[in-house]
């Protein structure tokens, strides 16, 4: 018996059965054969959408990241958290990791000027964008005003939220130069003291804002 040909007029094959040539012989006419067509076109790009960008891993992942001013090649699992990069890989050892999931702020840094808890952060994740630690803010020995005034203050006890306390303050007084206590408070919301040095604090942030206006 002889074979149906098979159709040639459509660029979508599959095989040696066209999209369209299928659509066709199921009884469809042009017109519904194309709308189908062009259905099935739009399931196939939203599926190609819904796949997302190109996974990288589970082996080691080469990156650069630019840390204060620096920028450091690492060999790092695609799972490696900024945090772990930067204590483990870096020795970077400022930057607190207290609760390790994102409650506590101990571990706060910046990418570009925005505030991050660095352990809820993947390290792959950071692209160009600058990291500033609690090591970046000192300018060689001079400290930043919001060290000076934490020291000052004694604006500490045990000094696990320091470093993240400092970031999140330093950060109040490039975005605001006048902050009032309210605005302190505000900024340091986010910050867990477990030894109750609030009142210090925002009394060395204040004044570091004094200082600063200079
Ligand atoms: S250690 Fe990152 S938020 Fe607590
Ligand atoms: S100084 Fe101890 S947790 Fe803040």
Do not use: K
């Given at each position: 018996m002889a074979e149906d040909p098979v159709p040639?007029?459509?660029?979508?094959?599959s095989g040696n059965v066209s999209r369209r040539g299928f659509l066709k012989g199921a009884g469809l006419g042009a017109a519904g054969a194309a709308i189908l067509e062009t259905g099935l076109n739009a399931v196939t790009e939203a599926s190609t959408a819904l796949a997302g960008p190109a996974a990288v891993g589970p082996g080691r992942v080469a990156v650069t990241l630019n840390v204060n001013g620096s920028a450091r090649k690492l060999d790092i699992e695609?799972?490696?958290?900024l945090a772990e990069a930067l204590?483990?890989?870096?020795?970077?050892?400022?930057?607190k990791v207290v609760?390790?999931?994102?409650?506590?702020?101990?571990c706060t840094v910046l990418l570009d000027k925005t505030l991050v808890v660095s352990c809820m952060?993947?390290?792959?994740?950071?692209?160009d964008r600058a990291v500033t630690t609690i090591e970046g803010l000192a300018k060689g020995d001079v400290l930043h005003p919001v060290q000076e005034a934490f020291i000052e203050h004694d604006?500490?006890?045990?000094?696990?939220?320091t470093p993240g306390m400092v970031m999140s303050c330093a950060a109040l007084l490039d975005r605001?130069?006048?902050?009032s206590l309210d605005d302190v408070r505000d900024a340091v919301s986010g910050n867990l003291c477990r030894c109750g040095t609030y009142p210090k604090v925002f009394d060395a942030t204040l004044a570091a804002a004094r200082v600063s206006r200079r």
């Open positions: 040639t007029d459509s660029p979508v094959t695609p799972r490696t958290t204590r483990d890989d870096l020795g970077l050892t400022g930057t609760c390790d999931r994102g409650s506590c702020s101990a952060t993947l390290a792959i994740d950071v692209g604006a500490m006890q045990c000094g696990y939220c605001n130069p006048s902050p």
